[in-house]
């Protein structure tokens, strides 16, 4: 089963300071696409970070990273410089399918990220 | 250039009822893909339409179903409602070409059944 895994439920951060999510996955494909998404609580999801399987290089967006580990199956984002505005739910994503016409994303259960002023 | 336009925001139905939900993708985007978020199961996929064809669907029961239009607005339709079906019902919009191509997603619609 194409499954992804977010084993934090919450996470509570300082403002300024540095939080880490983490997100596993599994599956047999080699070829597959990873997303973090955020739902604040207006509920629009939105792409906050995206990496591609067979880029070994992180993706970086500001003061957003992952720690892309392809052998471990783990997919993190580091946020940095926490915000008050970072306080939303976190969603890892992933496109598991080897046709490139497979939309078919899942989702982990998500993560809720504080931030204490 | 508008988002992702759903419509309802809010709707409170009764067991055993019908309900059409609405989405209006970004101008120019092809893919809308729908997905149901529950505090118990999460988010899950429901279906993908790209040009007015299905090409993908999840495991859900008949009871939902969905279409999309020439102009790309689509509606996801659940007959015969049950209590399981209250949930947030999000809808998603992409080009649909590149599977690393950025989703835009709508506010969803809040369906609760009584």
């Known amino acids: 089963a194409q499954t992804v895994t977010q084993s934090q439920p919450e996470m509570s951060v300082q403002e300024a300071e540095t939080v880490t999510l983490s997100c596993t996955y599994d599956t047999s494909e080699s070829d597959y696409y990873l997303f973090w998404y955020k739902q604040p609580p207006s509920r629009q999801m939105i792409l906050v970070i995206r990496?591609?399987?067979?880029?070994?290089q992180n993706a970086t967006e500001n003061r957003f990273s992952v720690n892309f580990q392809k052998a471990a199956k783990s997919f993190s984002l580091k946020i940095s410089d926490s915000q008050l505005g970072d306080a939303a739910m976190y969603f890892c994503a992933c496109y598991f399918g080897p046709r490139s016409n497979d939309y078919k994303l899942s989702f982990g259960a998500g993560t809720t990220v504080t931030v204490r002023a | 250039k508008a988002g992702v336009t759903q419509t309802p925001r809010y709707l409170i139905k009764t067991r055993g009822q019908q309900v059409t939900l609405s989405c209006s993708p970004i101008?120019?985007?092809?893919?809308v893909s729908w997905y149901q978020q529950t505090p118990g199961q999460g988010l899950q996929f429901l279906f993908e339409?790209?040009?007015?064809?299905?090409?993908n669907k999840g495991n859900f029961p008949g009871r939902f179903s969905g279409r999309q239009f020439s102009n790309s607005r689509s509606e996801m339709n659940v007959s015969t409602l049950e209590l399981g079906d209250s949930a947030l019902y999000l809808c998603?919009?992409?080009?649909?070409?590149?599977?690393?191509?950025?989703?835009?997603f709508g506010s969803g619609t809040q369906l609760s059944v009584l």
């Open positions: 998603a919009s992409s080009g649909g070409q590149d599977r690393n191509e950025k989703l835009f």
């Open positions: 990496q591609e399987a067979y880029k070994q």
């Open positions: 101008s120019g985007h092809r893919s």
């Open positions: 339409y790209f040009s007015e064809t299905q090409r």
